[in-house]
């Protein structure tokens, strides 16, 4: 037995169609070709990638997660951290890669084999491997026990259970589909670790499987990672400290619907700075007789990205000289500041580029689909053992 999809109110429904008209405007948009549009979908997985693991205590800087993308070595994170976020990078690649191959075929080896590449840089927390014993979450701030998984013995199961459902076409709407696939398979906890990445990569990938068009801006990872307090406090309130697949799911979807209509509101405002922004840098380019390849390196520093001069000369093609008198001639301008010297040095936003982000304009300020909920979370969670940044998973 799972937890079964609930019955959506009025609320509900209006937020679904509210969500689908932005997804279909951003589709729109992203149907015409723009320069901008590539740099903005690598940063939203890059998003997606440093929110799903800031949930775990694995916190990284924007660029580093991008980072991880091309295998680059990260400038911040420890290597321990990294691998972790490189482990995930890998899984996320996997689920927007299959996603629209037709000849994939989600089912339990297709989850181990997600777990696998997650964790396959540590061998000891049985990476692809069903768990063994009971666990448990631990709150390591109040040394209370948050929750217990179902009986190891049920987990083979449960997760064919899952896939069962995974595969079912009933109407249900894909954001409902996917917010329910992340439920069951966190609180099933299969695994001895990576449980809350996998559910969160999963549900991604229903997304995506369903249909959602660009996959990439539909995930609500980034938002999770921003509000992990309240995605704690639905957990624990849905899952009542126990496996109850009995419960009511009614409150868990209604937060995630409000999680997607925050983020695709975030989406829609991003593409519209992100236009005005590089028509900005080209007159600044054009103005000052920079190089058409340097648009992008500008656009990446204007969102606070540390550069590279390796990254340069990837991402533009060009040789290490050309790259030095590149990155001269905007740090020259005012445009870039170099930070460090020899190996170590790279370059983020120069008092001018800052100037440039003023002429963009400030950012539109979300409006909450469900503003008395966190609210509601916080008077529910009352009392419950709900889980913090310090909670472990104990086999």
Known sequence: MLFTHPDL????????????EMRAELAGQLRVPRRWAGRLRRTAIARAIQGSNSIEGYRVELDDADASLDDEEPMTADQRTFAKIRGYRQALGYVLAMAHDEHFVLDASALRSMHYMMLSHDLSRSPGQYRQRDIYVHDERTEQLVSTGPDAALVPQLVDELVVDLGREDGADPVVHAAMAHLNLVMIHPFRDGNGRMARALQTLVLARRGVAEPEFASIEEWLGANTDDYYRVLAVTGQGAWHPEGDAHLWVSFNLRAHHLQAQTVRERLRRAERAYEVLADVISTHRLPDRALDALYSALLGFRLRRSTYVDQTGVDARTATRDLKAMTDLGLLRGVGET??????AGDRLREVRGLVGPSARPIDPYPAMPAQLAVLAAGLPVPSLGVTTSP
Do not use: T
């Open 343 to 348: 190996k170590g040095r790279h370059y983020v």
């Open 9 to 20: 109110d009025l609320l509900d429904a209006r937020v679904l169609e509210e969500i689908a």
